[in-house]
């Protein structure tokens, strides 16, 4: 199985922060890579899939880049809604699987 | 709109069974693969399992493997899930996931619903 290390695994920020979040692969998975925001007790909302495309509807604030092994999310201006986790995907190899996830805190 | 509402989970014995079910709507059911994903209390995501669009193909994960069936029924854009051999280590929220393009592209979630093991 591919392994997904997140980093880091939280993080304190204030508003209007920039915040980056990385996700690394164990072996290449090309862009097939999606980030996911989840609220306590909520559903995973999808932010970015193939690597660095921004779902609609989504806040440009947020962004993703990367390809192969090593990818990022940045939020570029923290806003208040924005306090969540964050998980990656990658769905290049069977079976799919997600980083451990990145708290981002107050 | 996209809906994917979930229902059927609660406490069971070790050992026991237990079918969840998602209830489609906002899109041709019948289209995209389906997976179920887990969350453990406090834990992150784990993939469960996943079913094509007809209902011909399915995956599971290992730790699930000959202990759980997923099913569809696309005449009535129903998922389900049925859990046999129940563990401890089975509780979690259950979210299905619909995929968009490929299997594993998940693009919209259900809110969940809690399945507790425990005697």
């Known amino acids: 199985d591919i392994q997904m290390t997140q980093s880091p695994s939280s993080l304190s920020a204030s508003v209007g922060d920039r915040v980056t979040i990385t996700c690394r692969a164990s072996q290449g998975i090309r862009n097939d890579l999606g980030w996911y925001q989840q609220k306590p007790g909520k559903a995973p909302k999808r932010l970015i899939y193939a690597a660095s495309t921004l779902q609609s509807g989504v806040p440009s604030r947020f962004s993703g880049s990367g390809s192969g092994t090593e990818f990022t999310l940045t939020i570029s201006s923290l806003q208040p809604e924005d306090f969540a986790t964050y998980y990656c995907l990658q769905h290049n190899s069977y079976p799919p699987t997600f980083g451990q996830g990145t708290k981002v805190e107050i | 709109e996209v809906q994917l509402l979930e229902s059927g989970g609660g406490l069971v014995q070790p050992g026991g069974s237990l079918r969840l079910s998602c209830a489609a709507s906002g899109f041709t059911f019948s289209k995209y693969a389906m997976s179920w994903v887990r969350q453990a209390p406090g834990k992150g995501l784990e993939w469960v399992s996943a079913?094509?669009?007809?209902?011909?193909?399915?995956y599971y994960a290992d730790s699930v493997q000959g202990r759980f069936t997923i099913s569809r029924d696309n005449s009535k854009n129903t998922l389900y899930l049925q859990m046999n051999s129940l563990r401890a280590e089975d509780t979690a929220v259950y979210f299905c996931?619909?995929?968009?393009?490929?299997?594993?592209?998940?693009?919209?979630w259900g809110q969940g619903t809690q399945v507790t093991v425990s005697s």
């Open positions: 079913i094509s669009g007809s209902g011909g193909g399915t």
């Open positions: 996931a619909k995929s968009g393009s490929g299997w594993f592209l998940f693009d919209y």
